[in-house]
């Protein structure tokens, strides 16, 4: 699958530079791929969160493995927001834009006020969990998932035909992405190909530099962390991830939607 989406993507950048616009017609294409594909992000996320907590069973082991997901995450995070002002220190990628480039539409846009931490919290929990599952919040859906796996994993037998049931949705729903997946390369070819045709290789001169520093931040995390990570903490081949991440990557480069490669990645992590 890596290797057809890779032809797809190599497909669609020589369509999209011979037909320039007349490419268009394949849109419907790629904005049917992206349906698919996000039809199923909500659902996937849903019931794998509750599946995966609920089937570990003991509280005291969930406890531990939480807590570790969690400074993980924390770490990660900080580490990567580290990199990402280095990087952007060094290569100042704003440095030479003229305000005149712009262009004055008479629309007066205010930046949005930041979040304090307790604002950010208060955020992630679902006032109510049907409108976050309707609107496909995907942090309160996580939030409300992972207090039902809990509750599950303390009631333990009582509530295991419920169980059993998200266990089997969890597994129609990995078929459905599977299913999905087998036309991600006709996806990806018709996206990059109406990126290409619309924009061509314009799009590289005054964003060009925004672009190749967004690319070096990317590729500094992969090898400053994710290497140590795999090699030393997942203690993983790092020949066996990099060719099977590659599906992710290509996918996550021509949608450019993160929401929308998260069944994509969880496939990939869950089946290979």
Excluded at 123 to 133: G, Q
């Amino acid at each position: 699958m890596s290797a057809k989406v890779f032809l797809g993507f190599g497909i669609g950048i020589i369509l999209g530079l011979i037909f320039q616009k007349d490419i268009l017609w394949l849109q419907p294409i790629g904005d049917l791929f992206l349906k698919l594909i996000k039809m199923i992000v909500v659902p996937v996320v849903f019931l794998s969160i509750i599946s995966g907590i609920s089937s570990i069973g003991d509280i005291g082991k969930l406890k531990r493995i939480g807590t570790k997901v969690v400074g993980f995450y924390i770490v990660t995070t900080v580490l990567s927001a580290i990199i990402g002002l280095i990087v952007a220190h060094i290569m100042k990628p704003g440095a030479d834009f003229a305000v005149s480039q712009i262009v004055d539409t008479g629309e007066v846009i205010k930046p949005a006020e930041p979040m304090t931490v307790s604002q950010t919290i208060l955020s992630m929990v679902p006032d109510n969990p049907i409108t976050a599952l309707a609107t496909g919040n995907l942090m309160q859906i996580i939030v409300f998932g992972v207090f039902i796996g809990i509750a599950i994993t303390i009631l333990g037998d009582r509530v295991k035909n419920v169980k059993k049931v998200i266990d089997e949705a969890n597994i129609i729903m990995f078929k459905i992405t599977d299913m999905v997946m087998q036309v991600t390369p006709f996806g990806v070819t018709a996206l990059v190909a109406c990126s290409v045709g619309e924009y061509g290789l314009s799009i590289f001169n005054i964003l060009g530099k925004f672009i190749l520093t967004h690319y070096i931040g990317a590729f500094s995390v992969v090898l400053f962390m994710y290497v140590f990570i795999i090699k030393y903490i997942a203690k993983i081949s790092l020949k066996d991830f990099f060719t099977k991440i590659t599906e992710v990557w290509l996918v996550a480069f021509s949608t450019t939607s993160s929401s929308g490669t998260l069944p994509v990645s969880l496939h990939v992590t869950e089946e290979k």
